[in-house]
T-cell receptor, first 113, second 112 residues
Framework: GAGVSQTPSNKVTEKGKYVELRCDPI?????LYWYRQSLGQGPEFLIY????????DSGLPNDRFFAVRPEGSVSTLKIQRTERGDSAVYLC???????????FGPGTRLTVL | GDSVTQMEGPVTLSEEAFLTINCTYT??????LFWYVQYPGEGLQLLLK?????DKGSNKGFEATYRKETTSFHLEKGSVQVSDSAVYFC???????????FGKGNQVVVIP
């Protein structure tokens, strides 16, 4: 079946612009996670959703970052006033339930010029 | 906070050699431990896991044992193949909180 998909695969933007990154989880998975992976580092947790609500957003670096999952399926990560330090690969994962294995998408590579 | 440390640098070895990648962790309580693998051009995949002390996770010829006394979860494979070339990440999560904390990863290159 279809895995986790993320769009776009690559996004180049200018400093100060607004960007949206989309994640389509595996159908029926109730838990959805966002991670950020900087060059040469492991993924860092940003936020996770159980259904429509953000169960833990303690990894969001500041208030320029926001994520939604209005219908409990697709999620959008939103970044306002982008900075060069936001450049990274943004990974999405989903799992059937919170305690289950997480399945990762291919990521969106964000480059802020 | 919880953290995972992996040995520094890439690992290059010949086909059929023995592979070890070290992983140690710092965490309160009794976390679950994982190894994830990222093959070239693909997303992260769970390779194996262990949820309590002395458990051994195994998959595709890889093994790792949860050692609470040394807070370690080293990955081993007895005879690597070229197809094992990938980046390997050690990770942990706490019970009741499924957020994963990853190490920096190790690039493994297997030469024919």
């Amino acid at each position: 079946g279809a895995g986790v998909s993320q769009t776009p695969s690559n996004k180049v933007t200018e400093k100060g612009k607004y960007v949206e990154l989309r994640c389509d989880p595996i159908s029926g998975h109730t838990a959805l996670y966002w991670y950020r992976q900087s060059l040469g580092q492991g993924p860092e947790f940003l936020i996770y959703f159980q259904g429509t609500g953000a169960a833990d957003d303690s990894g969001l670096p500041n208030d320029r970052f926001f994520a939604v999952r209005p219908e409990g399926s697709v999620s959008t990560l939103k970044i306002q006033r982008t900075e060069r330090g936001d450049s990274a690969v943004y990974l999405c994962a989903s799992s059937p339930r919170v305690s289950d294995e997480q399945f990762f998408g291919p990521g969106t590579r964000l480059t802020v010029l | 906070g919880d953290s995972v440390t992996q040995m520094e640098g890439p690992v290059t070895l010949s086909e059929e050699a023995f592979l070890t990648i070290n992983c140690t962790y710092t965490a309160t309580g009794y976390p679950s431990l994982f190894w994830y693998v990222q093959y070239p051009g693909e997303g992260l995949q769970l390779l194996l896991k262990a949820t309590k002390a002395d458990d051994k996770g195994s998959n595709k010829g890889f093994e790792a044992t949860y050692r609470k006394e040394t807070t370690s979860f080293h990955l081993e494979k007895g005879s690597v193949q070229v197809s094992d070339s990938a980046v390997y990440f050690c990770a942990l999560s706490q019970y009741g909180n499924n957020r994963l904390a990853f190490g920096k990863g190790n690039q493994v290159v297997v030469i024919p």
